[in-house]
């Protein structure tokens, strides 16, 4: 009877035990490394980028690339949004393209560089941007697209009826590359072609902000007379 409560008591402290290490040890764990630190940090910066909190993420994305300096993504989304904060010349000393192209990523690098060199009218930089990624033929999703547009801003229209052509063989409703496509054929004269891609365009998106911004490139672009592509 006595061994018997002596190897109870004895499992009851051992269970007591192993309980005290469960509850201590967590709070006793070493602290995250730089690189742990850095990817916390670029989480909250991306959460307040997409908030269009510009103070806070750029804070974070500043902090993570102080963290993790050769980390090109912190690099290059602390660059956005110095961008969009109107902060051009720092964003630009962090960009290393030739850094950026030779990495996994630098593709889709350039893309997100590219694109805000759109959104702020600076055509002929993004296009030119963009022919790096042009140059190498494996090109990103979405890649076709959005150098047709820089193409078109830029007056490249032959260049972007190419890559137009080749998206709507399997994209027939694709509402942004009918639009982009009424441009070219009213470049080209094809008057009929132009409006029937307009309408169809316009019709098949569901967002005002797009039947606007549309219409209104379509006016900006194809003002004056008749341009050979």
């Known amino acids: 009877m006595k061994k018997k409560m002596l190897e109870n008591i004895l499992i009851a402290g051992i269970i007591f035990f192993e309980l005290v290490l469960f509850v201590v040890l967590p709070g006793c764990a070493e602290p995250a490394s730089k ?6 940090l670029e989480r909250t910066g991306y959460e307040a980028y997409q908030d269009h909190r510009w103070v806070d ?3 974070d994305y500043r902090q993570a690339s102080k963290l993790d300096p050769q980390n090109l993504k912190y690099r290059n989304n602390l660059s ?5 904060e109107g902060k051009r010349k720092e964003a630009e000393k962090l960009l290393d393209l030739a ?15 590219a ?8 055509y002929q930089q993004a296009r030119e941007i963009l022919g790096e990624i042009r140059l190498s033929r494996s090109w990103p999703t979405g890649f076709r697209r959005l150098m047709a547009y820089a193409d078109i801003r830029t007056g490249h229209y032959g260049e972007a009826s190419l890559l137009l052509h080749e998206i709507i063989r399997t994209r027939h409703r694709d509402p942004v590359v ?8 009213k470049k080209e004269g094809e008057e009929s072609l132009a409006q029937k891609n307009l309408q169809q365009a316009l019709n ?15 006016k900006e672009t194809t003002n004056g007379t008749k341009e050979t592509p």
């Open 204 to 218: 098949l998106s569901p967002s005002p902000g797009f039947r606007k911004s549309l219409a209104l490139l379509f």
């Open 57 to 59: 993420a750029e804070k």
């Open 99 to 113: 850094r950026i192209k030779k990495s996994r990523a630098g593709k889709h690098i350039l893309i997100n560089r």
């Open 178 to 185: 009918l639009g982009y496509l009424s441009i070219i054929y």
């Open 80 to 84: 956005v949004i110095l961008y969009r």
């Open 115 to 122: 694109n805000v060199l759109l959104e702020k009218h600076q």
């Open 35 to 40: 690189a742990e630190s850095a990817y916390l």
